[in-house]
């Protein structure tokens, strides 16, 4: 069931007014059924999975919390750790580092096993062992109550796709009482409006013209690579900050608040600064269970460095089993130990020359970081390396006829867009970026609480009108991080 579908908006409803209208000791009860259903519906052989995931975590944190031998602790979380991270392995990297052991040994093979990837393995998997680890270090109590824990694990509205929930947070909203608040129903509104128009208007669009360049790179040439890379920039941010505000405004109905996941990303004036707006809840789960593990920014330089970059490798490992997301993965790292470096003195002599805050070093802050960040978007979106080389170099070669504004025409009438659709996806992403622009500070519906009436009821018709009369409802796709 994808939160872009008449099913899940049915059944949403549904679920919300049963919940309002039943006593407050029941609602959680109601709440763990949905989301059981709510993910059983992709494949039972997935919940099945999950709930192994959710018992192995259970077990282990309630004895940890009841226990004070350090010893047994520590092997018990041990334990967890390689349980839950060998069925992440298993169904996640088995194939890709079968693949890999298979071409290095010629005399010794492997059986090359299909295996399904579970729907949204990776962040329950990291939500459950963030938990447990969590009671080992005795930042928190586990819960008792074997169900109640499976409701933390499972809560539908972030299940698939995050955020990445901690326990503190999400647990003691889960199971206090709720009264019907039509403030909380009307923004959990406003949130599910802005994530649908994200997916279903402009992500959805443009990944048409991405589809077509990037799963024929040897039909196009270099301008082509650009747009379509530009377009996939905005469509995993779409698509992703998309999933994140309907699940908020899911869980806003219900009275219960998720963490920010992206805040104006495509706005930061560093990589480093990137990374704490784009998906702020797997950035701090890897800060806080890996990096600061390591030894965070405590040791000198060369060690420092080497902390990152685990980082970035492991992060770009977890987006998915193949050699393109570690190159991914490896670009970023790379180039925060460069910003490390280089952007120190260069702030202090931008500083002393009184032109750090100037609108133009601002602004070429801004499009350097964005177009790094673009560029590494061509490994994670290339279906293999060599196709992710072969766009890199063609859109460091861009004709001499660039600027001829009948190539441009001709050039994108083959993009798998008409030049409606084209300008429409033109138009809605103008209007997101300056959405963006205006509430880099802060959010969009935070900003426009503080104006008048007419302000705030300009903007929610038009965004209301464009996802009615300009969304993509031919085909409820799913969103890109089910994937991982």
Known sequence: MVFN?????????????????????????????????????????????????????YAASKIISSSSNALLNKFLLIL??????????????????????????????????????????????FQAVGYSIDVYKRKTTAEPNFFKFTLFLSFFPQLVAGPIER????MPQLFTKKNFD??????????????????????????????????NPGMFEGLAFLIATIFFAFQIYCDFSGYSEIARGSAKILGID??????????????KEFWRRWHISLSSWFKDYIYFPLGGSRHRRPRKYFNMLVVFLVSGLWHGANITFVIWGFIHGAIQILEDI???????????????????????????????????WVFFRANNFSDSIYIIKNIFSLPDKITD???IYNTIGKLGLSYFEFLIAVFT?????????????????????????????????????????????SNASTFIYFQF
Do not use: C
């Not at 959990?188 to 208007?201: D, E, T």
């Not at 003195?345 to 750090?356: S, T």
């Not at 070093?361 to 960040?373: G, N, V």
């Open 5 to 57: 579908s008449f099913l899940y908006i049915v059944s949403f409803f549904i679920t919300t007014v049963i919940y309002y209208l039943s006593p407050h000791k029941f609602r959680w009860l109601l709440l763990l059924a949905s989301s059981l259903i709510f993910y059983g519906a992709w494949d039972y052989r997935f919940l099945l999975l999950m709930l192994v995931v959710i018992f192995v975590n």
């Open 182 to 215: 039509m403030a909380n129903i009307i923004l959990g509104l406003k949130y599910m409006l802005f994530g649908f128009f994200k997916k279903i208007v402009i992500a959805d669009r443009v990944s048409v013209l991405v589809d077509t360049v990037y799963n």
């Open 342 to 376: 280089i952007m120190g003195p260069v702030n202090k002599g931008l500083a002393f020359l009184k032109l750090e805050k100037f609108f133009v070093t601002q602004f070429i802050k801004i499009a350097a970081t964005f177009s790094i960040a673009s560029l590494s």
């Open 429 to 473: 992403l103008l209007i997101l970026s300056l959405t963006d622009f205006f509430s880099r500070g802060s959010d969009i519906h935070t900003l426009l609480s503080k104006k008048p009436f007419i302000i705030r009821a300009a903007f929610y018709y038009i965004i209301t009108m464009l996802v009615f009369t300009l969304g993509v409802f």
């Open 167 to 170: 326990g503190e947070n999400l």
């Open 258 to 271: 998720l963490m920010v996941n992206f805040k104006t990303p495509y706005f930061s004036k560093s990589i």
């Open 405 to 407: 504004a009948q190539y």
């Open 80 to 125: 967890n750790l390689l349980i839950s991270f060998g069925l992440l392995f298993v169904f996640k990297y088995f194939m890709f580092f079968t693949g890999l052991f298979n071409n290095i040994f010629d005399n010794i093979k492997i059986p090359e096993i299909r295996i399904i990837l579970p729907m949204g393995i990776s962040f329950y998997t």
